[in-house]
């Protein structure tokens, strides 16, 4: 929803979620002669999965082979170049991505400088307790409850660690702030982001309609709203709840939830 609403912004645009960024690094990271990094690099991001649904959209494989030629062999700065094509041919001031799984593997992303103190990072994040209703509902797993809580504190914290360390272009939003205030949320994400706000980012006919036919993205659709907020009082038992928070605790007190 955030991303979307941002999407909505003349001067923004952010892609489908991509799936090519950790790979970039670890090439760039680990493969030292540029040329074979370079190819590697190229042949990656047109061939991954998402490649025709997210920025393939906006850029073809030759202009993604240019920016891999012409950057510096830094993950960063490939991929700076690359984004900034992409808003060129969206006909928008600035591109972004918005890939969730990619902050499981944040140490790759800081060690290959992706994220430093000049990438803006908008990180938002949801009370785990609800996230897992959520999730459960997909039905992309059946043991959840067993790992994901822990992966979402760990990550979630090394990630506002390193972001807080850096005194980096970094904005902390909490999803129940806003769905409860999502103008003034937006507002601080703009003011980060050094674009102007507008009311019309909050209208749903404004948001990408590549999600309507998504079922757990039904709510896209939709005016902003809170119902999904504390759901986890009335729709988890009590020992399942408690196993959220034994491996979720320290984010869940860091983040204020608890």
């Known amino acids: 929803m955030l991303a979307q609403c941002l999407n909505a912004n003349k001067d923004v645009v952010i892609p489908d979620k991509t799936d090519f960024i950790i790979p970039t690094a670890f090439i760039s990271l680990k493969v030292k002669n540029p040329d074979i990094g370079r190819e590697l690099i190229w042949k990656t991001i047109v061939n991954s999965e998402r490649f025709a649904h997210s920025i393939g959209q906006y850029i073809d494989p030759n202009e993604v082979y240019i920016c891999v030629q012409r950057a510096d062999y830094k993950a960063k700065d490939i991929l700076d170049l690359i984004y900034s094509r992409i808003a060129l041919a969206a006909n928008k001031t600035i591109a972004g991505d918005k890939s969730p799984n990619d902050i499981m593997n944040m140490r790759t992303m800081v060690e290959s400088r992706i994220v430093d103190k000049t990438v803006k990072i908008i990180h938002i994040v949801c009370d785990i307790r609800d996230l897992m209703i959520s999730l459960n509902k997909t ?65 749903p006919e404004n948001r990408n309609n590549r999600y309507r036919d998504v079922a757990h993205h039904a709510n896209l659709y939709k005016p902003i709203n809170s119902s999904s907020v504390h759901l986890f009082q009335n729709n988890i038992s009590k020992d399942v709840l408690e196993k959220y928070e034994a491996q979720a605790g320290e984010a869940l007190r860091n983040f204020g939830y608890i």
Not at 152 to 166: A, D, F, P, T, V
């Open 139 to 203: 039905g992309w797993a059946n043991d959840f409850d067993n790992y994901f809580p822990r992966i979402w504190s760990s990550s979630n914290l090394y990630l506002k660690y390193e972001m807080e360390r850096e005194d980096s272009n970094y904005l902390l939003i909490k999803y129940e702030n806003f769905v409860a205030a999502p103008s003034q949320e937006l507002r601080k994400a703009c003011r980060l982001l050094g674009v102007e706000y507008s009311d019309t980012m909050l209208l």
